[in-house]
């Protein structure tokens, strides 16, 4: 369990801080980095749909009719096509995508801040101060997008790099809760009272009930006489 939690922990903060590198390459070559992002996103959709391209056609015909992996191919193959081709059409729609990303982004914030408020951090308002910027900030990316236009490479660079920064700090800070939990020592398991109690309630101080009984049987009952002066044994 504790190496499942270090292999999440160890792979949220390298996503988060790829997330910062591409925020800070937007920034630095905002042209080139949405170019390469471009290309990048293309050449994956083609190689998912030529995955389930191959995939459907090796695939048994009745298993195939029950699934979709023919129009997934085709659907992805079209995309991947027509961004690499036609790059401006992904630019066009590129705000509003971004504006789902980060009203998504705002929703895994809220709940860390939701989080942050249950175990008792000092600072969790500050989480929920950034969800609410990058929730206003998707919503005015999707209904109106022309805002970003000219600033769009700024704008979703600094917007990775604060997500980046704050699932970063979240992280280590849920971690840090867990290795404090974990390494608290375990209660005792018996008081010094219980076990004197016990000590003194065991069987082997206390006499047997069948010895009992039989040295009240015999004080009850003495042995008769015979009548020598002799009592029987």
């Not at 085709?74 to 036609?86: E, P």
């Not at 995508?97 to 929703?107: C, N, R, S």
């Not at 236009?149 to 700024?154: A, G, K, R, V």
């Not at 065991?202 to 047997?208: G, K, L, Q, R, T």
Request: charged fraction near 15%.
């Amino acid at each position: 369990m504790k190496t499942l939690q270090n292999n999440r922990m160890i792979t949220e903060i390298i996503s988060a801080a790829l997330s910062i590198i591409i925020g800070l390459l937007l920034l630095i070559r905002p042209s080139a980095t949405i170019d390469l992002a471009v290309a990048v996103l293309s050449l994956l959709l083609c190689g998912m749909g030529i995955f389930w391209l191959v995939r459907y056609l090796r695939t048994e015909p009745i298993a195939a009719a029950h699934s979709y992996d023919l129009a997934e191919a085709l659907v992805a193959l079209s995309l991947g096509i027509t961004f690499f081709f036609k790059k401006g059409l992904f630019e066009a729609i590129l705000p509003r995508i971004w504006g789902l990303v980060l009203m998504v982004g705002a929703f895994l914030i809220l709940q860390s801040a939701i989080d942050f408020l249950r175990l008792k951090f000092r600072y969790w308002y500050i989480m929920l101060i950034g969800a609410g910027i990058s929730m206003a900030l998707g919503i005015l990316a999707i209904t109106t997008p022309a805002f970003l236009n000219n600033s769009l490479p700024i704008f979703i660079g600094v917007s990775l790099i604060v997500e980046g920064a704050i699932h970063i700090t979240s992280t280590v800070f849920l971690h840090s809760v867990e290795k404090g939990r974990t390494a608290t020592p375990p209660a005792a398991s018996a008081s010094p009272v219980a076990k004197a109690t016990s000590s003194v309630s065991s069987p082997a101080s206390a006499p047997s009930s069948s010895a009992k009984e039989a040295d009240d049987e015999r004080k009850d009952n003495p042995p008769a006489s015979d009548g020598s002066g002799e009592k029987e044994p």
